[in-house]
């Protein structure tokens, strides 16, 4: 079995046939020449210069513009890149010696949530064309079963807690463990372990074709994504362009500065970079997803409520907005709502980054 990919989605903003342009300009000069040949005088205002403005302004107007972007997320594309049929999804580590990892910036979506000893894990979605390599790759945990079943994907990691993967086998879950698919990872030399394996979607997605995996996702999209502006006419709006989560004060210190093409992550004060193409993070859209936690063992692991209700916030262009979100199930969709319309959220086309923030947790506002 192969898994197949979709064809990107394409914005297609005007169009106008130039045959039917040139017989029009034909028409429009032939009775011009019949009515107004020589009794009509000329506008002295309307020189070879106005005329020709006039030209260029009406030929940008008809101007094809045709935008690829991820059908997951909305980001632009380039023309040779492709979406994935189903998304493959990867734990990842963030730790101080696993910073910076590869391939975040290739995620449609990140989500980020506590783990234990103060430190937090991200798990990246992917829906599109990235050849480079990802990783660090880490176990994986209960809620990010519950994520992985949610975006019906196939979902790496390295091993895990015993009762996480009691769990996966209960839900039948489609995933690629290096405890058994181990041709699909390797160890890098950079890194100590358990720090240094990595994997690239190639690899996962072969490894997914020989276990005879279904090819064809469920879930077409994250969220609705719209190119006007999303905070028009909406009531409640606040500013906010720097904010920060602490998950734990000697640890894990959050922080995303808005500036005019998104937020920029920093990790302990720190710019948070993407080993794959030397670049920042850069967030379109802030989830601030506030849940229940639980510590479930002597180690400190943690269960997180992701089924049921709760509230959280909305962040993009330096605005943000209250929202709830409702989960029924593993598998079933998060539905994010405006809490001041209860309208589905609408979010900027591009990288959300969701961070699950546990009751309790200090997040700041400036």
Same mark, same amino acid.
């Given at each position: ?41 000329? &506008? ?47 734990? @990842? ?25 103060? @430190? ?80 690239? @979607?190639?690899?996962?997605?072969? /490894? ?44 894990? +210190? ?19 970079? &993407? ?21 479930? &063992? &002597?180690?400190?692991?943690? +269960? ?34 405006? /809490?001041?319309?209860?309208?589905? @959220? ?21």
């Amino acid at each position: 079995m192969k898994l197949t990919r979709k064809r990107r989605k394409k914005v297609t903003v005007k169009t106008k046939p130039i045959i039917i342009s040139v017989a029009i300009l034909v028409l429009i000069t032939t009775f011009g020449y019949m009515f107004f040949s020589e009794d009509e005088p000329v &506008d002295p205002s309307r020189d070879d210069e106005t005329i020709s403005q006039e030209k260029e302004e009406q030929d940008e107007k008809e101007v094809v513009e045709e935008i690829s972007r991820c059908s997951y997320c909305g980001s632009p594309i380039d023309e040779k890149d492709e979406n994935l049929d189903r998304p493959i999804t990867v734990t @990842l580590g963030n730790s101080s010696n696993e910073r910076p990892q590869s391939g975040i910036n290739a995620a449609c979506v990140v989500y980020e949530a506590p783990a234990e000893g103060g @430190l937090s894990r991200l798990f990246g979605v992917f829906n599109k064309d990235y050849e480079g390599n990802i990783g660090p790759v880490r176990s994986a945990r209960f809620y990010f079963i519950t994520l992985g079943l949610e975006h019906d994907s196939i979902y790496a990691h390295v091993g895990g807690y015993q009762p996480v993967i009691n769990k996966i086998n209960e839900h039948r879950m489609a995933n690629i463990d290096e405890f058994g698919a181990g041709g699909a990872f390797w160890r890098s030399d950079e890194r100590s372990a358990p720090h240094n394996t990595y994997t690239t @979607l190639e690899n996962i997605q072969k /490894a997914a074709n020989d276990r005879g995996y279904r090819s064809v996702g469920e879930r077409s999209e994250f969220v609705d994504y719209q190119e006007e502006d999303i905070f028009d006419k909406l009531e409640g709006v606040g500013s906010t362009e720097n904010v920060t989560v602490i998950y734990n004060s000697n640890y894990n +210190r959050v922080e995303y500065k808005y500036k005019e093409d998104g937020y920029y992550r920093y990790v302990n004060g720190e710019k948070h970079i &993407d080993k794959h193409d030397q670049k920042q993070v850069v967030a379109d859209n802030l989830i601030f997803q506030f849940v229940t936690s639980e510590v479930i &063992d &002597d180690v400190g692991r943690l +269960r997180l409520g992701l089924i049921g209700k709760g509230e959280g916030v909305y962040l993009s262009e330096g605005k943000k907005i209250p929202i709830t979100w409702e989960k029924d199930s593993h598998r079933s969709e998060t539905e994010f709502y405006n /809490a001041n319309t209860e309208e589905p @959220l609408n979010i900027k086309p591009g990288q959300t980054w969701v961070n699950l923030i546990p009751h309790g947790t200090q997040v700041q506002y400036e």
